[in-house]
């Protein structure tokens, strides 16, 4: 798959619940994120095997999808909540605000996921995906990107020559079977460093409203 035939699209939470399309989601989610890696116990999926939490009203998602077979490949959310916590904040309070973060400055990364069978073809989509976030934040006005991550996926990061900022110490969160710690990284030198890292995001994805295209830096 050449990644001209990754499609990524943007979804607010209207867009996708009591869809076709928000139900292939949630069971790909559930598929992925609770079956196969066990980030949550699998009594948390509903009667038609999706996986959702209370969170996803106040996400945007975006789903990457191959666009010769209209296969799920990918997707992650950025939750904006401006009424309640961010899950971050839930399992380390104050680590925001220790390290001089607004929380209204912030959207929280999650739910990310990407599996196309190549190796290359998951390093686009997964950098095809965290960059439609990053510029998703720098669009609504926003700062800082926060993540609740294993150490690899910081390493990745940190790899693509995006400055990570762990924001407090890993440890096991029994909620998410893992040993996490939460990150912040500055969206616009986000962007500048997922734009070097790869150039060639899909100039044919902005055929519809929710299509994404890109910009590159000269």
């Keep these: 798959m050449s990644e ?5 699209d943007r979804y607010e939470w209207p ?5 076709e399309i928000g139900l292939r989601y949630a069971r790909y989610r559930a598929r992925v994120y609770v079956l196969e890696r066990r980030f949550r116990d699998p009594d948390v999926l509903d009667l038609r095997g999706g996986e959702s939490d209370s969170y996803d009203p106040s996400a945007v998602h975006f789903l990457a999808t191959d666009h010769r077979s209209g296969e799920l490949i990918g997707c992650v959310r950025s939750i904006i909540s401006p009424d ?10 104050c680590a925001l605000e220790r390290w001089g973060l607004d929380p209204v400055d912030c959207v929280e990364v999650s739910r990310f996921i990407a599996t196309p069978e190549t190796f290359r073809t998951r390093r686009i989509t997964s950098l095809l995906l965290i960059r439609s976030v990053v ?4 669009q609504q006005g926003r700062t800082h990107t926060v993540f609740i991550v294993e150490e690899p996926f910081a390493r ?3 790899r693509l020559g995006v400055p990570v900022e762990v924001i407090a110490p890993y440890r096991e969160i029994p909620e998410e079977n893992g040993v996490l710690a939460p990150i912040a990284v500055k969206a ?3 962007d500048v460093a997922l ?3 790869h150039t060639a995001y899909g100039s044919a994805r902005h055929t519809t409203p929710r299509r994404l295209q890109f910009a590159e830096p000269a």
């Design 188 to 190: 616009e030198l986000c």
């Design 4 to 8: 001209s035939a990754i499609v990524i």
């Design 195 to 197: 734009a070097r890292a």
């Design 84 to 93: 309640r916590p961010l899950p971050l904040q839930h399992h380390f309070p």
């Design 135 to 138: 510029r998703d934040c720098l």
């Design 15 to 19: 867009d996708l619940e009591g869809t």
């Design 156 to 158: 990745w990061l940190d």
